[in-house]
């Protein structure tokens, strides 16, 4: 399960990077800067109801840390 939400997050950075590149690429000319970032909203929404689900499952028990 970690390792799908690594993967996620990566994901999501390479589409923040892509979205930068083609906004400097294009100037904001063409729509690849707003799909760029509506894949990285998605991708983000995703894993956060991932999040929320593994929660409720019981896939991911929060760290109470030091006592």
Known sequence: MK???VVILVAILVS???ALVFLVKD???????VNALT???SL??????????G????WFVPNHGPV
Do not use: Q
């Open 3 to 5: 390792i799908l939400v």
């Open 16 to 18: 923040l990077g892509s």
């Open 27 to 33: 100037g904001g000319k063409t729509k690849r800067t």
């Open 39 to 41: 894949v990285r909203i």
């Open 44 to 53: 983000s929404l995703a894993l956060f109801l991932f999040l929320m689900f």
């Open 55 to 58: 929660y409720y499952m019981g």
